[in-house]
């Protein structure tokens, strides 16, 4: 992936298309993705960036991963600041959840999940200075 903010956009573009179209399969990545539906923490403005996830009983987590590059994506900073929002997903369709960012051992245990199912997580790991964010999204009732 190239740092080309529109290259960036088109790939997640795509990557919401074959979701959307293929019922939550998109080849890449299977049936792990969930589109967030989340405001800009400074500009308001309604975005939909797809995230891998994992199921946690009836909640999801997803990794602020980026990649491994040295500041966590800009979606991590909107789910902090407006954290009730909606994702689609391949099972449950659209739900509406709360984020909250897990802590400490909390998180650890998350991301030994991540790194489990991916060697890619591990890669990213290794690649950044930071601690990558690991967030739980559980439905509002």
């Known amino acids: 992936m190239t740092t080309d903010p529109n290259q960036y956009t088109r790939f997640?573009?795509?990557?919401?298309?074959?979701?959307r179209q293929n019922g939550g399969t998109v080849a890449q990545f299977g049936r792990g993705l969930v589109l967030l539906h989340h405001?800009?923490?400074?500009?308001?403005?309604?975005?939909?960036?797809?995230?891998?996830?994992?199921?946690?009983?009836?909640?999801?987590?997803?990794?602020?991963?980026?990649?491994?590059?040295?500041?966590?994506?800009?979606?991590?900073?909107?789910?902090i600041a407006h954290p009730d929002i909606e994702i689609e997903t391949a099972d449950a369709g659209v739900?509406?959840?709360?984020?909250?960012?897990?802590k400490n051992g909390e998180r650890d245990q998350a991301w030994s999940r991540f790194t489990t199912m991916s060697p890619g997580?591990?890669?990213?790991?290794?690649?950044?200075?930071r601690v990558i964010p690991v967030l739980r999204l559980t439905p509002r009732s």
């Open 95 to 102: 739900v509406a959840v709360h984020v909250t960012e897990l």
């Open 39 to 79: 405001l800009g923490a400074k500009s308001g403005i309604e975005r939909v960036t797809p995230a891998m996830s994992m199921r946690d009983g009836d909640a999801w987590l997803i990794a602020a991963s980026k990649a491994g590059a040295d500041e966590n994506p800009a979606w991590y900073h909107n789910l």
């Open 121 to 129: 997580f591990r890669s990213y790991e290794q690649r950044t200075t």
């Open 12 to 19: 997640n573009d795509s990557i919401i298309e074959e979701f």
